[in-house]
Every structure is written in C-alpha cells, then in structure tokens.
RNA sequence: GCACCCGUAGCUCAGUCGGUAGAGCAGCUGACUCUUAAUCAGCGGGCCGAAGGUUCGAAUCCUUCCGGGUGCACCA
C-alpha cells in the first residue's frame, strides 16, 4: 500500500465522512485501518497480561520513578476498552478499561514511531485494543502507561452512550444490558453482587452437608404452586409439556429416595404480569431437610440470610430508599394470630363480621361480602401491617386456609405449621412443616382443584406419582424457599427487580 | 387487564401562546508533546416513536396504535 494511495483513501473518507451516519463513518474507516494493513478483529498477543488494578498495586515509585533508566522500567501487557481520548496533537491520552477498571494510557509520537502513532490516532472510542509499554507517574499524579506498543483488537462500530451522562432510559438499558454495564458502574457492582450472594448461598449449603439437585424444569405435570404455567411441546413424545412452576414435588421425591438435605437453586416460570416485583421467570432457592420441621428451617434461614448478607455486605445493616434493615439475630418470632392482635386490636378475633368489617374499613379497606373472617384478616395484614414490618420477623402459624398445602399445627388444627419471613416490608421466605402424610395430601390436592374424587379430577391433573412417592414413606420434613431475585433487590436496597436480573424480559418491539 | 406519565441527533437533554429544530457530549477538519468532562477555531448530523385527523400551518392540539415507566389488579 503506497503512501498515495492512502492519502487519497483518507480524502475519499473525508467527503463521505460528512455525512451523518456514524456506522457509516466508522465502517470506513476500518476499511482505512485495513489499507494500511491494520488487522481490525486480530487476536490476542501471546504475552502475559495485567489488569488494570495489578498494574497500579505494581507501581513503585523505586521502580518506575524518575530516578530508574526507562529501559529498566518492567514493561506492562494490558487489554480493555478505549473509553476515552484526549489528543494533544503529537501525544495523546486516552482512557483504557478492562474488568478491573480504569487506566490512562499515554501515547507519545516519537515514542510510539510515527506509524503506531498515527494508526492510534484513527482508534475511536470504544475499540478494543492490547497496549505495552512501562508505567509512569504525570505530573498531576496519576500512573499511567507510556504506550510502546498497540494492537487493535476489536474495532468497535457503534458509538458509546455519553461518557459523563451514561446511559439512563431505562428500556435502553435493560434492552441493550452490555451498554449499561459499559456506562454504568453501580450497575457493574449490582450484578457482581448478586453473583457473590447465589455463591454465598451454595458455600453455605453445601458446608451443611445439604446437596444441590438438578430437577426436571420441563414438566409434564407443572405443580408445587398455584400459579398460571408456561405450555409448551415435545414433539418426539408428542405430548404438552410445561416449563415448572415450582421444583417441590421433585425435591420431595428425593426425601423419599432417602437423600436427607437437598436444596435446588434455578429458575422457575410464571406465566404471569411484569411488574417491578415480578419477572416470569426468576431464581428460586428451595430446601429440604428431612427430620427436621418448620422450626429447625427458620433457624437454617436466619442463618443462612446473616452470613450471606454479612460476607457480601460485610454488615447486617441495610439501607434501603426509605427504611434502614437490622437483620442482627435473633430475628423476632411472632404468631400470626398474636401479630394481628397487636395491630389491629386484641379483641380483633372476638368482633362479629359486621364489627370487623367496620374497622377495617377505617384502615380504608374495602370488603366485599363473601369475604370470610380469614380473607378479611389477611387483606388488612397485608395492606397495614406487612409494608410496616422493617426488621426480620417470622410469622408462625398461619390460617389453614391461607397455606393449603402445609402440615397442620398439632395443638390447633385451623392453624399450619409453617412460618413467612418478612423483612424491609416484603414477604421474603416461606417455610413448613411439609405435609407427608399421602392420604391428607390428596385431599388437599382435589380441594385444590375443586373436586371430590380423582375420577372428577380432569385427567393428568393430580400428579399421582407424587403421592405414590409419599405413599412409599417420605421422612417429617422442614421446607424453604427464597426467591432470590427478591432477596438480592432487598440486600442490594434495590426498588425493581428488573435492577437484578441480567435480560428481564421486555415487550418485542414490533416494526 | 385498568389509570396516570413519558418517547426530539449515536448518548444526555432544551424546544414558550400552534409559525416547520436547538445545546452539550460523541463525530469530522485544523491547532496544540503531561491531558483527565482537556482546550481553542470551524463543519456535518433529525421521518420530533408510528399512522390518521383538526388547521393556511403541528414536535406542540385530538384519535388510534407501538414501546417504556409508575400505581392498581392478577400473582408468592
């Protein structure tokens, strides 16, 4: 390639340059970057790379100061995203970012040689490059890298969002994740937090000896919840499947087969509405501890939620938008029943229907008239006293009606033995006393359905290997979940749960 | 699903009473060998989310649709 022929590519450039089209301007001009030889998509060099962060912690002012020969400096190999430049004519300083962070790079024309030089001068922002060179200190104080050497990587064809601004729409950000994380660093920290919690989660499972089991998410048979499945279809079997709405019944299976702690930590889908609190498929903690019950589970949660918050957060203190969180042990145990007393009045339960409607139409709760004591109860739960439970407290001993599926108290059988875990407002973990007793079961689960007998029972809506399962002896169980999504908004001091989930799911945008 | 709010340059945002589009960053050209939101001079960039309507005239007013946000409902 001749120097004229270059020129008068370069000339062409400028022309169509003009235009507006910044894909356009930048396709040219790696079409320019390749007539003069410059590989655009290259491979990595074989040397040994530093981060940013390692190169900074190597920095010795012994080492790399003034009073050190240049040529004895220790050169550094680093690659990362150009994020900025500051051209100065015949030097330039740009920024460089890798997954650590941030590094100044300084490119000096007779230093670099006057090719390398100019083809840094045709990188735009964003491209991805490998850099050599020694470290130095500018006179304002930050190290830096005197570039001896550069290699493009990467050419980048799209022009980053704002480097002071970022990028804030919200629908850009979650449609375009890789953008927000590039402008945003809050965002970067968000995610790599939550991967530091689903890790603490499983360091401290594992190290109680429970197993992390893989279940079928493809389910011929989607239960373990009331909620609307995903269908979809299996055409070697020919058969509608459904994307799991829950692992439980799986994971109770495993309690018959004899495995004693099993915790299962993957996602669940509801064919539900979007909503800051929901995304249709989320990541769902459940665990199982055979001979154990509802109690020995609450103390397994507390547990398990201070030492992740406390290794991720390095404190047990919160702070959300509005509310700062204690999560220090003991967390509060409260009956449901002795909760509502304290909040809505001791004599609550002793109120004819008319009185209770009453009052709680002074909470401006609205009740309509096939509401039963227990329907009415809980919707006054949840409208005044739940929002207000900031600090960790377990709910024990909830309605029957409430909690369907779980084993009943046995000192009052319109009790269950279960507990809700609430904390910062939310209702974060449900926990039982699982149900093993298989004829009790299938009662329940024909309840459910509203139906009498299996044989009223559309076909394939009981699952029967299930109870044959339970028929077979599954051990007196405790059982947790804990939808994680939700715990890491509420450790995170997070309002929308689309903040914690990598792609949350947006409408197709059509045309 | 219902209600309210939002959609203007690649990004962040102005745009008054309806008179036909502006800034900063990014980009391009030029100057500058320690800058850091570099600076200075100049230049280009728009189907104003989409389609209809009202009007002499619409980014602006009306209707429908698309997408997003928030609240409610559904839902753990």
């Known amino acids: 390639m001749t120097d004229e022929h270059t020129r008068q590519e370069s000339e062409e450039n400028q022309d169509l340059d003009a235009g507006g089209d910044l894909r356009e301007q930048r396709l040219r001009k790696l079409e320019d970057l390749q007539a003069r030889g410059v590989e655009v998509f290259s491979d990595p060099p074989d040397k040994t790379f530093t981060s940013a962060q390692q190169a900074y912690e190597s920095f010795t002012e012994a080492e790399t100061g003034e009073e050190t020969e ?15 430049k500051r051209d100065m004519g015949k030097s330039v300083f740009a920024d460089l970012r890798d997954q650590s962070g941030r590094i100044q790079l300084y490119a000096k024309k007779n230093i670099l040689g006057e090719d390398a030089f100019e083809i840094f001068n045709l990188l735009d922002i964003g491209d991805i490059v490998a850099v050599e060179g020694p470290l130095f200190k500018t006179r304002k104080g930050e190290i830096t890298v005197r570039l001896e050497w550069i290699r493009l990587l990467t050419k980048s064809l799209r022009t980053l969002p704002e480097k002071w601004h970022g990028l804030t729409d919200v629908e850009q950000r979650h449609r375009h994740r890789y953008l927000d994380l590039i402008s945003n660093s809050s965002v970067r920290e968000i995610f790599r937090k939550r991967t530091e919690v689903v890790r603490e989660i499983r360091a401290f499972l594992d190290d109680k000896d429970f197993m992390e089991v893989e279940t079928p998410m493809l389910q011929p048979l989607p239960g373990g919840a009331a909620a609307e499945p995903f269908e979809t279809y299996y055409a070697a079997l020919r058969s509608p499947m459904f994307l799991r709405i829950a692992p439980e019944l799986y994971l109770k299976r495993l309690l018959t087969g004899g495995f004693e702690r099993v915790y299962e930590l993957n996602r669940n889908f509801r064919n539900e509405g979007l909503s800051r609190h929901h995304n249709p498929e989320f990541t769902m903690l459940e665990v199982y501890q055979a001979y154990g019950d509802c109690r020995s589970v609450m103390d397994l949660t507390e547990e398990l939620i201070t030492t992740v918050a406390q290794n991720v957060l390095g404190t047990l203190c919160i702070s959300t938008e509005e509310n700062t969180v204690d999560l220090s042990r003991p967390w509060e145990r409260v009956r449901y029943h002795d909760l509502i007393r304290r909040h809505l009045g001791e004599d609550w339960f002793d109120l004819t229907d008319q009185q209770r409607r009453e009052r709680a139409q002074t909470w401006e709760i609205t009740t309509s008239p096939e509401m039963t004591e227990v329907e009415i109860t809980q919707e006054v739960y949840e409208k005044t006293i739940e929002p207000n439970l900031i600090n960790p407290v377990f709910i024990t001993e909830l ?104 792609f949350p799911h947006l409408r197709q945008k059509s045309g």
Not at 70 to 84: H, I, N, Q, V, Y
Not at 404 to 422: G, M, Y
């Open 70 to 84: 240049e040529e004895d400096k220790p050169r550094f190999t680093l690659a990362g995203r150009l994020t900025a």
């Open 399 to 502: 309605p029957a009606p409430l909690v369907p599926l779980a084993k009943k108290c046995r000192n009052n059988p319109e009790t269950v033995d279960v507990f809700e875990l609430v904390f910062n407002g939310q209702e974060i973990a449900p926990g039982y006393s699982e149900l093993n007793d298989p004829l009790e079961q299938r009662q329940r689960l024909l309840e459910q359905l509203g139906v009498e007998t299996v044989e009223q029972a559309e076909e394939g809506q009981i699952d029967e290997d299930f109870l044959t399962a339970l028929e077979y002896g599954m051990p007196p169980a405790g059982g947790m979940g804990i939808g994680v999504d939700r715990l890491v908004m509420t450790l995170l001091g997070v309002d929308s749960i689309r903040e914690v989930i990598l």
